[in-house]
């Protein structure tokens, strides 16, 4: 690990390269994680300003700077859209049970220290998630772990809407106080606003029932929209699979450890297989995040798409797929090199970079 | 399939001479080559006509055909239930089951809300259904929540089934309103307690008393009228959307139920009626045989029960108390009514309530249409529930003995032609 990090320090640091940006970086791997998720042929990668400029086996240009992985995997930054990171307060403005026009992108402490060892463990993308006590609770904050100088994090956009239609998002003490009286003006509210362009809204959904109220309200208003960890989605899966109204385009599962019961755990074969793109969720670790996915294929879930759930199914939902979730020329260089599958949990992480900059590995104790 | 959820054997004998008169055998429409024929010994349409033995025709999820004698169409399927008994399903008119939520279900953000529906917080998942169609209730008419003055409107639903196909819509929408203990009694306590989170709420500003309560119903139509003559707000911040809905109560597009325990909101009722010109239903009704008279004189529908032992004595259901032979006392005066189980199930459900009342005197035949027949006319359910005829849902009940006795259960129950409970009293989560 730290003869790597030395070259490309090395690299970065040599006198005489007339440019005022940094030389480019060539890292080669022996498999690539594809954007369907499949173990791809390995090759050089390079990294040009911050973004991945080509991947193949050619030889790279002259003037990059190389590190060499053998036995090593490149797999595309991991992207978990559910985490409270940073947060500064809670993530939910209990003043009123609706509101649109909140950022949890203002509760961000971007020196958080939990930053960086999300970085350190893969996670290059999180979304910063509304707390869940309103009714519409605002907009998830969009965070990449760590900045150009591999630092601090760095908000980069206000992402999805964050619905809670179950119990949490109701008291007493404020009107609405029930889903019966919260459902008319969320519905007049949809009819009225236009859908956004991209992404799509998130809604927490755990029970069968809260599920069917969800799929009727979002999908009757004609609403892409996404599940928040719909634990009871098996005894709901007839109408995920068929609603006539819409049905949800992707849902955030997990986390799961190897105690989680094979009940909740085959939920997330069951949506895939309904159609539901599945995004685990770790709550900001990599490790977590890893074996949530790796939970998932021991019953039976696949393993392709569970490598594209833990990067390009969350950054869909943040509406970043065409910056971010995948290994493709022009996207933004957030990369994790392990040496091996990352659905294999002795796979170490080897190298992570949050556009171009490689995260300072923590010190190995001697 | 239903064959292999009964075990008696099938056979394909046609049923012998009926013991009442049937009409004439009617004409049954295009090929019954996948109908599904029941033969029971006696087969109960709900209106008081029994069939010995008879005959059940189901195509499509709907009934065919009812009687004695029919032909048995060719390549039917046939489901002989031997000395069964075979009912319409139950029909629940005041049902308070199937809702989601922990400390009641409806908004507390106003006394008044009318236009708000109880379909949204319906918990089609719930166990409850499962238990309410084991116990051979088909349908029910879930009741707006008695913790407002004017509650949500209520919804229908069948008890289990295809949730797309489960919600039946009543011929006029139905709002009930609340003038006892209910809404006065709870007072500034009517949320959750503290020690569930229910800190200082909006329903503390709700009536703390009986005169409260009427005085908040008089208020909220005296509002919607104003608000539907000459547009004018409410001086108690009153929702347009409720004061719409309540003009359509006032005009009788939506019906009005009156919740009513003690004998004097009877009083209060037939007087706001008088004041509103409003027609209503009496909802639980428990006083009802101390105003026999004028609900008889009036004709108000009564939805009664359910009697338990804390209504009348803490002794046992023996004891001669108005309570308990009230259904017979309503038969007697030539009230149309139906009884309700409310929240209870198992022993505590519909059956039970109605063996309850036939013990204390109610006819036979009287109790069976008053779950069935006069239960989906009372709910605006007619079209679709409640009676064994041609064109309306096959839910079907077979009782192994006879109907309501204690030793009787439903051994299969048929919702819209589907097996939902099978003959161990099973729940069947899936329906093929």
């Known amino acids: 690990m730290l003869e790597p990090l030395f070259f490309l320090a090395l690299a970065v640091l040599t006198p005489g390269v007339p440019s005022l940006q940094p030389p480019p970086l060539a890292l080669h791997v022996d498999a690539i994680i594809q954007p369907d998720g499949a173990i791809g042929p390995g090759g050089w990668i390079v990294l040009r300003n911050g973004r991945i400029e080509s991947i193949g086996p050619a030889e790279p240009p002259v003037g990059c700077a190389r590190l060499e992985f053998a ?47 999300a970085a350190r463990s893969g996670v290059t993308t999180v979304g910063l998630m509304p707390g869940g006590r309103n009714i519409i609770d605002g907009r998830v ?3 990449r772990t760590a900045d150009d100088d591999g630092r601090g994090a760095q908000l980069c956009g206000h992402g999805p809407l964050r619905y809670t239609l179950s119990a949490q998002a109701f008291d007493g003490s404020r009107v609405p106080t029930s889903r019966m009286g919260a459902l008319p003006q969320l519905r007049e509210m949809l009819a009225k606003s236009p859908a956004p362009s991209s992404g799509t809204s998130l809604v927490a959904a755990d029970t069968a029932d809260e599920i069917r109220i969800v799929i009727d309200t979002f999908g009757g208003a004609g609403r892409s929209f996404a599940l928040l960890h719909p634990t ?28 989680t019961g094979e009940r909740d755990v085959r939920v997330a074969k069951l949506l895939a297989d309904g159609g539901v793109a599945v995004a685990f969720s770790g709550g900001g670790d990599g490790g977590s995040l890893r074996l949530t996915a790796a939970v998932a294929t021991r019953s039976g879930f696949d393993a392709k798409a569970a490598r594209t759930g833990l990067s390009l199914a969350g950054a869909r939902l943040l509406g970043i797929e065409s910056e971010a979730g995948t290994i493709e020329a022009g996207k933004r260089a957030d990369l994790v090199v392990l040496d091996g599958d990352p659905l294999d949990l002795a796979a170490k992480v080897k190298l992570v970079l949050v556009g171009g900059a490689p995260v300072e590995a923590a010190k190995e104790s001697p | 399939m239903i064959a292999t959820l009964l075990a008696a054997a099938l056979t394909a004998t046609p049923g012998t001479a009926p013991e009442t008169a049937s009409a004439a055998t009617p004409a049954l429409p295009r090929s019954l080559a996948d109908a599904v024929v029941l033969q029971a010994a006696e087969v109960h349409v709900g209106d008081g006509t029994v069939y010995k033995p008879g005959v059940v025709i189901v195509q499509d999820g709907r009934i065919v055909a009812v009687g004695a004698g029919l032909p048995i169409p060719a390549g039917g399927q046939v489901i002989d239930c031997g000395a069964a008994f075979l009912t ?12 989601n939520a922990l400390f009641g279900s409806a908004e507390q953000g106003s006394e008044v809300i009318p236009q708000l529906d109880t379909g949204d917080v319906l918990d089609y998942f719930s166990l409850e259904f499962e238990q309410l169609a084991a116990d051979g209730v088909t349908t029910v008419f879930v009741t707006g ?26 011929t006029k929408p139905c709002v009930k309103a609340t003038l006892g203990a209910e809404t006065s009694g709870r007072g500034a306590f009517n949320r959750s307690p503290s020690r569930f989170g229910g800190g200082p709420s909006y329903a503390i500003r709700r009536p703390t008393t009986r005169m409260g309560s009427a005085w908040v ?21 009153l929702d347009p959307a409720a004061m719409r809905a309540l003009g359509d109560v006032l005009s009788g597009a939506t019906s009005l139920r009156m919740q009513v325990r003690e004998a004097l909101d009877f009083d209060t009722s037939v007087r706001l009626a008088d004041e509103f010109g409003l027609q209503f239903v009496f909802e639980y009704a428990t006083e009802a045989a101390q105003r026999l008279d004028v609900i008889a004189a009036r004709k108000i529908p009564v939805i009664f029960g359910p009697v338990r032992q804390s209504d009348s004595t803490f002794e046992s259901f023996e004891s001669a108390t108005p309570a308990l032979e009230t259904p017979k006392l309503l038969a007697e005066h030539g009230i149309v009514f139906c009884l309700t189980a409310s929240d209870g199930s198992g022993d505590g459900g519909l059956a039970r309530q109605t063996g309850l009342a036939i013990r204390f005197g109610l006819d036979r035949a009287k109790a069976l249409r008053a779950v069935t027949v006069d239960a989906a006319a009372i709910a605006g359910l007619d079209q679709r529930v409640g009676r064994l005829a041609p064109g309306l849902d096959a839910d079907l009940v077979v009782w192994n003995g006879k109907p309501f006795d204690d030793a009787s259960k439903p051994v299969l129950v048929l919702i819209s032609g589907r097996p939902v409970v099978d003959v161990q009293g099973r729940f069947r989560k899936e329906n093929p």
């Not at chain 1, 009871?232 to 105690?259: H, K, N």
């Open chain 2, 88 to 99: 319409p399903g139950l029909v629940d008119a005041a049902c308070q089951l199937g809702t």
């Open chain 2, 145 to 170: 929540e008695a913790s407002a003055v004017i509650s949500a409107k209520g919804v229908a639903v069948k008890t289990a089934g295809p949730i797309a196909e489960r919600r039946l819509a009543p």
């Open chain 1, 232 to 259: 009871r989605a098996d005894d709901a899966i007839e109408l995920v699979r068929g609603s006539v109204s819409g049905r949800p385009t992707a849902a955030v599962i997990g986390p799961f450890d190897l105690d």
């Open chain 2, 217 to 237: 119903f008089r208020k909220a139509l005296h509002d919607s009228i104003a608000f539907r003559d000459a547009g004018r707000a409410s001086s108690d911040g």
């Open chain 1, 141 to 143: 904050a969009i965070v």
């Open chain 1, 71 to 117: 036995g090593g995997v490149a797999a595309p930054g991991f992207v978990d859209v559910d985490t409270s990171l940073g947060a500064a307060g809670q993530l939910s403005e209990p003043a009123r049970p609706f509101t649109p026009e909140v950022a949890t992108g203002d509760a961000l402490e971007p020196d958080h220290s939990s930053f960086l060892a």
